[in-house]
């Protein structure tokens, strides 16, 4: 199908880390992304990584590929209440053979960060 | 500020109306996606121009149409409004056609109330 899937709600506590879990469907889609959305703005990307990697760091960012099972991860070291947000995962879908086409992203997953 | 503006922020409006949402690119940036953001359906991709010319279409109604002008801003028209269209439409802008590093720069939406 079409849809990429997250769950919706994470609560942790500041300091701790956060894991953000999706799954998606298109073996083809080249890129994964994750984006973040704070409240009344649009979404920024975070990172992304290229489908022939397994691991990207990022300062306190680490994405998890597992392209077998079309499962990707976003962790969020010692995390901080600024970073209480929706976290979207994101695949690329080709259009046709060129490389024009569209993210299709999950339904996002809001993080809530406790004091 | 991701430089891309979206008008009106905000618009309340009534069941079987018409509406124009107006995106201004970044500056540079040659590709304009529109997606609409409910929270029953999350994120979804309408549609795609690049340089003017419509790129990738995805699950956008017969009602809605979208064009991008030669000044490279775009406008989605969405008519015959029915209540399931309130949401927020969200505007975004990458320099290129193609999926590459995925980045793109997201204006901060205009929510759509129809009553």
């Known amino acids: 199908g079409e849809d990429v899937e997250q769950s919706l709600f994470l609560s942790v506590r500041e300091g701790d880390s956060s894991v953000i879990n999706c799954t998606y469907t298109?073996?083809?889609?080249?890129?994964l992304y994750w984006y973040k959305q704070e409240p009344g703005a649009g979404l920024q990307l975070l990172t992304y990584?290229?489908?022939?990697?397994d691991m990207k760091q990022d300062q306190r960012l680490t994405v998890l590929l597992n392209k077998k099972d079309k499962h990707l991860s976003l962790r969020i070291a010692d995390t901080q209440t600024g970073d209480s947000a929706i976290y979207f995962c994101?695949?690329?879908?080709?259009?046709?053979?060129?490389?024009?086409?569209?993210?299709?992203f999950g339904q996002g997953t809001t993080l809530q960060v406790k004091p | 500020d991701s430089g891309v503006t979206q008008t009106p922020k905000h618009l309340i409006t009534a069941t079987g109306q018409r509406v124009t949402l107006r995106c201004s690119p970044r500056?540079?940036?040659?590709?304009v996606y529109w997606y609409q953001q409910s929270l029953d359906q999350g994120l979804q991709f309408l549609i795609q121009?690049?340089?003017?010319?419509?790129?990738a279409k995805g699950n956008i109604l017969e009602r809605f149409s979208a064009q991008q002008f030669p000044d490279l801003h775009s406008e989605l028209n969405l008519s015959s409004l029915e209540l399931g269209d309130s949401a927020l439409y969200f505007c975004?802008?990458?320099?290129?056609?193609?999926?590459?590093?995925?980045?793109?720069?997201f204006g901060e939406g205009s929510r759509l109330t129809v009553l």
């Open positions: 500056s540079g940036d040659l590709s």
């Open positions: 975004a802008s990458s320099v290129e056609a193609g999926l590459n590093t995925g980045e793109l720069f």
């Open positions: 990584i290229f489908s022939n990697m």
């Open positions: 994101a695949e690329s879908r080709p259009h046709g053979s060129s490389n024009t086409g569209k993210l299709i």
């Open positions: 298109d073996s083809s889609s080249t890129y």
């Open positions: 121009y690049y340089n003017g010319e419509e790129r």
